[in-house]
Every structure is written in C-alpha cells, then in structure tokens.
C-alpha cells in the first residue's frame, strides 16, 4: 500500500510540472487563436492521443473482469466534461491577452493564472462542508491566508482586480468540482477503466468547446498553424498525459491529499512565465504568491 501511495504521489507531482509549464503555451497560444478554439483542438487532441493507449490495454486485460458499467462510466465522464469545460474556458478566457486588450479589458499572466488557479485546493475541503464534512482549523487559516495573497497578488491601490484575474478565480471554483468528482469517480477502477473515464470527459470537453468557437470566434487555418505547437504542448502533454495521471494517481490518493501536491502547478507556472515569458512579480505580488502557497499546503495539512 505505500508503494502505491509513493507511486501516487509521483505522478501527481509529474502531473502539477506538466499543469504549471501548461499556463505559458496556453498564454502564447492565444496570439493566434481564440479560447475555445484553443481548448476545443487540444482536448480533442489529447482524447486521440488516448485511443492507441486504451486499444493496447484492453488487449493485455484480463477476460475474466467485470463488465464495466457504461450508463456509470458514461453519466460520470460527462460530468466530468462539463467540470473541465466550464473551468478550463474561464481560465483560458482569462489569459487571452489579445482577445481581452481589444475590449478593454487586462488579461492575466501565466505565472498570475498558475496561482490563483491554485486556489481550488481550498476550496475542495470547504465545499466538503455539503458533503457533510468538517473541515478542521487548517483549512480556515489556509483559506484565511490564500485570501490575503490573493489580495495582494491580484487587487491594485484602487482596489480593482483585472478582469482575466477575476475568469480564472471563478474558473478555480470548478477544478474543485473536478478534483472532487474525480474523487469519487475514479476508486475502484482499474487503469484501463480510468483512462476510458478521461477520454470520455476530454471528448465532451472539445465538443462544447468547438460548439462554443464556432459560434462565438473566427476559426482560421493560418491561426491554428500559428499555435500548433502550444495546441500540441496543451493537448498532448497538459491534456492527454496529464490528466490521465491524475485520474490513475487518484485511485490510490485522497483528494484534499492530491490537492496539496497538484497545488505546485502554480510554483511551476510562476518559474515558467518568468524563464519563457519574462513576466516579472512584484516584491508585493510574489508576498501574495508566498501567503497562496502557504495557504494551499496548510489547508491540506489539517483538513
């Protein structure tokens, strides 16, 4: 059992790496493509990228497992699809830079993204308190502290906050469902099942997100090949790897457990905008990155 649990721990780790590094091919990408656009092909990408994977396993499984249960595993990968959808668009809406500048409005940065994004790690054990849970007093002085660094990370003298940083705050309340579905979705199945479970959520995910883009964005070849390669970083390796990892990583990890090591997607965002995108933190904003990180580690801690 601790063998699977190290094992665990090392791909959600691997998963926050690839997660963090994400934020800056998602930023890059939206100079040439809208949003959902960008979502819609990566998703789908990282769904295909699947396919050969599950073919293969299903191969060497045994004949002699259960059937699963489809409506279950159907039912569970869609709403896991809308979880992802709903997060994933408010996020990448957020750091659309172009897109946002033409109306007015201030986009957020990678290394900004990576940390307020983060805040769904608090938020998964306080909204344990409608599944009859009670979160101890690590996570109220977790969340206590993560509030002050956001405020300090996002609020400006004139105490407005930017419009992108305000998407992916929200979006942040829907990666807590997503962890927390998954939680409850993913125990009990075996690894093919699970990756079954993940392509699944990825299709739905690129359906609602082509939906959306056609209705709503200019979709141009040019555009796309401009963003090829942070659309094959996206689907590739945030979507097809790393999502799978966590689905595997959280059959054998509690989710408030599995928050506290996905939490470091927001160091890894932070260290990535700074290499690749020479985005500079304030002394004030990397205190509020400081307090964040802290709150996210500590509210997991004594939950």
């Known amino acids: 059992m601790h063998s699977r649990t190290l094992r665990a721990d090392i791909l959600l780790f691997i998963t926050a790496a690839i997660w963090g590094f994400a934020?800056?091919?998602?930023?890059?990408?939206?100079?040439?493509?809208?949003?959902?656009?960008?979502?819609?092909?990566?998703?789908?990408?990282?769904?295909?990228?699947?396919?050969?994977?599950?073919?293969?396993?299903?191969?060497?499984?045994?004949?002699?497992?259960?059937?699963?249960?489809?409506?279950?595993?159907?039912?569970?990968?869609?709403?896991?699809?809308?979880?992802?959808?709903?997060?994933?668009?408010?996020?990448?809406?957020?750091?659309?830079?172009?897109?946002?500048?033409?109306?007015?409005?201030?986009?957020s940065t990678a290394g900004k993204a990576g940390f307020i994004t983060g805040l769904y790690v608090v938020f998964v054990p306080i909204f344990g308190l409608a599944l009859a849970q009670r979160p101890g007093w690590g996570t109220w002085l977790g969340a206590s502290l993560a509030v002050v660094g956001m405020y300090l990370l996002s609020v400006t003298a004139d105490l407005s906050i930017s419009f992108g940083d305000l998407l992916v705050l929200v979006g942040a309340f829907f990666w807590a469902g997503h962890v927390l579905l998954i939680g409850k979705l993913s125990p009990g199945m075996d690894a093919v099942d699970a990756i079954k479970l993940s392509a699944i959520q990825f299709v739905a995910c690129a359906a609602l997100s082509l939906l959306g883009a056609v209705v709503t964005e200019e979709i141009t070849l040019t555009g796309v090949m401009g963003a090829a390669p942070a659309i094959a970083y996206g689907g590739l390796m945030s979507v097809g790897v790393a999502y799978t990892l966590q689905v595997i990583a959280q059959r054998d990890a509690q989710?408030?457990?599995?928050?506290?090591?996905?939490?470091?997607?927001?160091?890894?965002?932070?260290?990535?905008?700074?290499?690749?995108?020479?985005?500079?933190?304030?002394?004030?904003?990397?205190?509020?990155?400081?307090?964040?990180?802290?709150g996210m580690v500590l509210s997991q801690l004594k939950p």
Do not use: Y
Request: charged residues 15%; aromatic residues 6%; positive net charge.
């Open 23 to 107: 934020f800056v091919a998602q930023r890059v990408g939206m100079d040439h493509v809208g949003p959902l656009t960008f979502n819609g092909i990566r998703f789908a990408l990282g769904a295909l990228a699947l396919v050969p994977l599950i073919l293969s396993m299903e191969k060497r499984r045994g004949h002699g497992r259960p059937a699963t249960d489809g409506r279950r595993m159907a039912v569970g990968g869609l709403l896991l699809g809308l979880a992802l959808f709903a997060g994933a668009s408010l996020q990448q809406i957020g750091l659309a830079g172009p897109q946002l500048t033409e109306l007015g409005f201030v986009a």
């Open 255 to 294: 989710p408030a457990h599995a928050a506290i090591i996905l939490s470091l997607e927001a160091v890894f965002a932070a260290i990535g905008g700074w290499f690749m995108l020479d985005e500079i933190l304030t002394v004030r904003a990397m205190t509020g990155c400081a307090l964040m990180l802290t």
